[in-house]
């Protein structure tokens, strides 16, 4: 038995059952990770130690008659932006680049209390601000796909992995997409719950109304097992739902007999990639012979998401990012490397910047060392959109758009049960090719960026290739708390294809 080769599902039933332990589990994973991740870089940290010593306590256990829990034995990946207790937490920025948490995000918590072994931090855009993970401090991740394209971000390094088969699960957030279009982009499958489904305790905040955390694995069917876990009220966060967790896994069994997709024509204009276009139309074929029923539907102000986006996100970030400043978080510039005035003057952090003191000069050099250029301008565009005389125009104009995003959406959910469509307009695009275009770049998460200003859920799984070799992904969006059809129908789609099955030609 390959443990590789084994779905989330079926590998915590072989470890229960004794028929691969814990530690050959993963000391098959962290064997393929020393094989390919130095073309990949989907992690910055990787806890041998940490997660082969888990491992043998799972073993010991359950040859002991204990309980078990109900991810025992399952590799985990984890974002580097989830904080946990016993590896750094750098968001893939300067900034923390040397933070040790004090304890554990709730994610992290609930997924140990399973007996998942968590075998790494993975690889991200820097405080999760990208689509195409080329904005890490440290290194860019590779598509597993082709090796010269972006996985998408941010939560780009947890979708290489899992697409490398270097982790059966990982762990993302997804601020305006960063789960969904890096699934698509990398042929996986990942999911963004409600808005509160999931505890943000412990996720470093990129923009705190929008966030959220989910699961991204090769099928819905493994998503729909570790939500069981991850998912359910968290009283150390005031946006937790206190709501039950559905048992998602049982759940998958339902048929899609009058199941409702809508299907919105304003996502097939001119932009989309025609390859694109025809996996998703054949996508919405296979679920009307499944039983569902297509229907046309609106979003009349979906062409608002981008700039409302990244307006809200932006003025979010400044005020999130405002407490690293060298004194009470985060990288701090060493004293004396700034070019001083003449005396009386001030004080420079940089030639032709002047300062009233050293603290403000150490505040100022820290932020700028800390921070990469993306993040910088988003913290810039937010400071500029919350400034006096233009809250109104810009912050509070946005807030009053997102109303109408959302209101689009509960409308649109009275006459269908779902509305399906594209995750990313292309697929995988060339490494550098959008990356001195900020505008190209927002654009990739034209199509995902809406369920987060709406708070809703949403799911991308591979739905074809394109003449090159690339996924394509298919996203389904579901009105609060519709994970579970959510997750019914991408699994009946993935009984029907075997997209979600195939692999990256990466060798060892």
């Given at each position: 038995?390959?443990?590789?080769?084994?779905?989330?599902?079926d590998?915590?039933?072989?470890?229960?059952?004794?028929?691969?332990?814990?530690?050959?589990?993963?000391?098959?994973?962290?064997?393929?990770?020393e094989?390919?991740d130095?073309?990949?870089?989907?992690?910055?940290?990787?806890?041998r130690?940490?997660?082969?010593?888990?491992?043998?306590?799972?073993?010991?256990?359950?040859?002991?008659?204990?309980?078990?829990?109900?991810?025992?034995?399952?590799?985990?990946?984890?974002?580097?932006?989830?904080?946990?207790?016993?590896?750094?937490?750098?968001?893939?920025?300067?900034?923390?680049?040397?933070?040790?948490?004090?304890?554990?995000?709730?994610?992290?918590?609930?997924?140990?209390?399973?007996?998942?072994?968590?075998?790494?931090?993975t690889?991200m855009?820097?405080?999760?601000?990208?689509?195409?993970?080329?904005?890490?401090?440290?290194?860019t991740?590779?598509?597993?796909w082709?090796?010269?394209?972006?996985?998408?971000?941010?939560?780009?390094?947890?979708?290489?992995?899992?697409?490398?088969?270097?982790?059966?699960?990982?762990?993302?957030?997804?601020?305006?997409?960063?789960?969904?279009?890096?699934a698509?982009?990398?042929?996986?499958?990942?999911?963004?719950?409600?808005?509160?489904?999931?505890?943000?305790?412990?996720?470093?905040?990129?923009?705190?109304?929008?966030?959220?955390?989910?699961?991204?694995?090769?099928?819905?069917?493994?998503?729909?097992?570790v939500?069981?876990?991850?998912?359910?009220?968290?009283?150390?966060?005031?946006?937790?739902?206190?709501?039950?967790?559905?048992?998602?896994?049982?759940?998958?069994?339902?048929?899609?007999?009058?199941?409702?997709?809508?299907?919105?024509a304003?996502?097939?204009?001119?932009?989309?990639?025609?390859?694109?276009?025809?996996?998703?139309?054949?996508?919405?074929?296979?679920?009307?012979?499944?039983?569902?029923?297509?229907?046309?539907?609106?979003l009349?102000?979906?062409?608002?998401?981008?700039?409302?986006?990244?307006?809200?996100?932006?003025?979010?970030?400044?005020?999130?990012?405002?407490r690293?400043?060298?004194?009470?978080?985060?990288?701090?510039?060493?004293?004396?490397?700034?070019?001083?005035?003449?005396?009386?003057?001030?004080?420079?952090?940089?030639?032709?910047?002047?300062?009233?003191?050293?603290?403000?000069?150490?505040?100022?050099?820290?932020?700028?060392?800390?921070?990469?250029?993306?993040?910088?301008?988003?913290?810039?565009?937010?400071?500029?959109a919350?400034?006096?005389?233009?809250?109104?125009?810009?912050?509070?104009?946005?807030?009053?758009v997102?109303?109408?995003?959302?209101?689009?959406?509960?409308?649109?959910?009275?006459?269908?049960?779902?509305?399906?469509?594209?995750?990313?307009?292309t697929?995988?695009?060339?490494?550098?090719?959008?990356?001195?275009?900020?505008?190209?770049?927002?654009?990739?998460?034209?199509?995902?960026?809406?369920?987060?200003?709406?708070?809703?859920?949403?799911?991308?799984?591979?739905?074809?290739?394109?003449?090159?070799?690339?996924?394509?992904?298919?996203?389904?969006?579901?009105?609060?708390?519709?994970?579970?059809?959510?997750?019914?129908?991408?699994?009946?789609?993935?009984?029907?294809?075997?997209?979600?099955?195939?692999?990256?030609?990466?060798?060892?």
């Amino acid at each position: 038995m390959q443990p590789l080769d084994l779905s989330a599902v079926d590998l915590v039933a072989a470890v229960r059952q004794g028929d691969v332990s814990a530690v050959q589990c993963t000391e098959a994973f962290l064997k393929r990770i020393e094989q390919v991740d130095g073309r990949v870089n989907a992690f910055l940290k990787v806890d041998r130690e940490g997660a082969l010593a888990r491992a043998a306590a799972i073993d010991a256990r359950r040859k002991a008659g204990g309980p078990l829990g109900p991810l025992a034995g399952l590799p985990v990946a984890v974002k580097d932006v989830l904080c946990t207790a016993d590896m750094p937490t750098t968001c893939a920025s300067r900034m923390l680049e040397n933070f040790l948490p004090p304890y554990d995000a709730e994610v992290v918590r609930r997924l140990r209390a399973a007996d998942a072994v968590i075998v790494g931090k993975t690889n991200m855009d820097e405080f999760a601000m990208g689509g195409s993970n080329e904005n890490s401090a440290f290194a860019t991740v590779h598509n597993p796909w082709d090796l010269t394209r972006a996985p998408g971000g941010s939560s780009g390094g947890s979708a290489a992995c899992v697409a490398a088969d270097m982790a059966p699960v990982a762990i993302g957030s997804d601020t305006g997409g960063s789960i969904r279009q890096p699934a698509a982009l990398c042929g996986i499958t990942g999911l963004k719950p409600t808005y509160g489904t999931v505890s943000r305790r412990g996720l470093i905040a990129f923009a705190s109304s929008l966030d959220q955390i989910g699961p991204m694995a090769r099928s819905a069917a493994d998503c729909a097992l570790v939500m069981e876990t991850i998912a359910g009220h968290d009283a150390g966060d005031s946006t937790s739902l206190p709501h039950a967790v559905p048992r998602y896994t049982e759940l998958l069994e339902q048929p899609l007999t009058g199941l409702r997709i809508g299907r919105v024509a304003a996502h097939f204009a001119e932009g989309l990639d025609p390859e694109v276009a025809r996996g998703v139309e054949e996508a919405f074929a296979a679920f009307k012979a499944a039983g569902a029923t297509i229907h046309e539907v609106e979003l009349p102000h979906a062409k608002y998401g981008i700039p409302t986006y990244y307006l809200i996100a932006p003025c979010e970030a400044s005020s999130n990012l405002a407490r690293y400043d060298g004194a009470h978080y985060g990288h701090r510039a060493e004293p004396g490397k700034g070019h001083r005035a003449e005396p009386g003057k001030g004080h420079r952090a940089e030639p032709g910047t002047t300062f009233d003191s050293p603290l403000a000069e150490m505040y100022c050099r820290s932020r700028a060392e800390g921070f990469g250029p993306e993040v910088k301008r988003r913290i810039m565009l937010g400071t500029y959109a919350l400034s006096a005389g233009y809250y109104d125009a810009y912050y509070a104009k946005a807030l009053r758009v997102r109303r109408l995003i959302r209101q689009d959406y509960l409308d649109a959910f009275q006459q269908v049960d779902l509305i399906g469509g594209p995750t990313s307009a292309t697929a995988a695009f060339a490494l550098g090719e959008k990356s001195n275009d900020p505008l190209a770049m927002y654009l990739v998460d034209m199509y995902t960026v809406t369920a987060n200003l709406a708070g809703i859920g949403g799911i991308s799984f591979p739905c074809g290739f394109t003449k090159a070799g690339l996924p394509i992904g298919f996203q389904l969006q579901g009105p609060a708390l519709a994970e579970p059809l959510l997750l019914r129908a991408a699994d009946r789609y993935q009984r029907l294809t075997d997209w979600h099955l195939r692999r990256p030609k990466l060798p060892a």
